[in-house]
């Protein structure tokens, strides 16, 4: 099948051949019929199967018919660096039509995004938090909305995202069209579709097991050893663009200064950066100024690399869907990957679940020459935050010296977080 298929119109299939496309994926394949037509949709579909050309073509192609300057289609995404993918993705899809799309998120001033709701938008790829914003100001008008995407719906589940969804909904018109995508389907998403779905298409495409050109490999260590190993690894792994993932966002961003120091081109991508860095640390992967990334979780929804030739789990994930997402970054367009996993005793009964979704056992591997009986040291020096500054009874001049001294860090179960990109 190739995309002159779907008879799409002329301009939008100027931007399919403007960026190269020519055989659509399977999700493309069975999604765009369905969706040209004017139905509903159900896509079970992980990160890195083309989803978002499978909702992006048949958008534009329908706004290129009908009215212009005012909101037509509004695509709703967990995070702002999702969003800002899906909206690259409609400007180079786009780019012949004259179409405008505009990105909705928090962590950036509200005044321009405003501006551009003003000059007039077709499309508004958005984050949940920041949408409610502009409607409670009544900064957006979504009356004439026509196509309504939910992308990654269980992320959103999980970072609590609900609640704002369905308030979102009674401001939008029941007469339209409805599309959700989502790698699992809890039961809270199960209803969610249920309600918002009108007789839908289903499809689904590789959400109960990983993508089969990538390799995977458990490196056994112990805690106080995984740096080490990584470095170790790093040196006599042939790689390409590395993402690496961290259970917290303090130790994204101190693995990411050490392995720097050491001479790797490294970038961390977490929560505590601001929104220009964090466009900064991606772009910078992206293009190959950074060869490593190190990102938490939620940090790294969105990014789409196609070259990432290892996912490293410096701590293993807590569910096996998150597994699959994050391995899925890398083995993709036909390229072979490696996801590695470095795992303590701890990890035991997660490595078991994993391992039940792959219908497999993963391999173990030692690296040859590792000391991997180093003795553990008597404080967490690798982790610990830098020390807090004394605090000197009032009306004490100091000497203007800092006390304190450096605490282990602690290592907390990884915990749901319902932050919001506000």
């Known amino acids: 099948m190739e995309f002159q298929t779907f008879n799409l119109h002329p301009h939008v299939a100027a931007g399919v051949a403007a960026a190269g496309f020519s055989t659509p994926t399977p999700i493309q394949a069975q999604a765009i019929p369905p969706v040209l ?5 159900m896509g ?4 890195g199967t083309g989803k978002t050309a499978a909702f992006a073509l048949p958008i534009l192609h329908r706004l290129m018919h009908g009215g212009r300057r005012h909101v037509r289609a509004l695509i709703i995404a967990p995070t702002r660096e999702l969003a800002e ?3 690259e993705a409609i400007r180079s899809l786009g780019q012949k039509t004259g179409l405008r799309s505009v990105t909705v998120y928090g962590g950036v001033g509200m005044s321009p995004q405003v501006d551009a709701l003003k000059r007039g938008v077709e499309i508004v790829v958005a984050c949940p ?6 409607i409670g100001q009544r900064t957006i008008d979504l009356s004439r909305l026509e196509v309504l995407v939910l992308d990654e719906a269980d992320h959103m589940f999980d970072m609590g995202f609900l609640p704002d969804i369905r308030r979102i909904l009674k401001h939008l018109p029941q007469q339209r069209q409805t599309l959700l995508f989502s790698a699992t389907m809890p039961d809270a998403i199960r209803h969610l579709a249920h309600d918002v779905l009108n007789e839908p298409v289903t499809i689904q495409v590789n959400t109960t097991a990983p993508a089969e050109t990538v390799s995977h490999a458990l490196y056994p260590v112990p805690q106080h050893l995984k740096t080490s190993l990584l470095i170790k690894l790093l040196r006599h792994s042939d790689t390409e663009s590395v993402l690496i993932f961290t259970r917290t966002k303090h130790r994204a961003k101190r693995l990411a200064e050490q392995l720097e120091k050491i001479g790797h081109r490294t970038a961390s991508l977490q929560g505590n950066l601001s929104q220009s860095r964090r466009q900064a640390a991606m772009n910078g992967f992206r293009n190959g100024t950074f060869q490593i990334l190190v990102a938490t979780d939620i ?3 969105g990014i789409d690399v196609t070259q990432i030739s290892h996912v490293i789990n410096y701590d293993i994930p807590d569910t096996t869907e998150a597994y699959i997402h994050r391995i899925g970054r890398t083995g993709r367009a036909a390229r072979s990957g490696d996801a590695y996993t470095l795992v303590t005793k701890e ?6 679940a994993i391992e039940r979704v792959l219908g497999a056992p993963i391999e173990r591997r030692t690296v ?9 040291p008597q404080r967490d020096t690798e982790f610990a935050r830098p020390p807090a500054p004394a605090r000197r009874p009032a009306g004490v001049k100091g000497s203007g010296r800092q006390g304190g001294s450096a605490l282990p860090s602690k290592t907390p179960a990884a915990k749901k977080t319902a932050g919001r990109h506000r």
């Open 37 to 41: 037509t004017g139905r509903d949709l």
């Open 44 to 47: 079970l579909a992980q990160t």
């Open 85 to 87: 993918q899906i909206n």
């Open 129 to 134: 938090g920041r949408l409610l914003d502009h």
């Open 299 to 301: 940090a790294a929804r």
């Open 347 to 352: 990890d035991a009964e997660m490595v078991r």
């Open 368 to 376: 040859e020459g590792f000391d991997y009986g180093a003795p553990a």
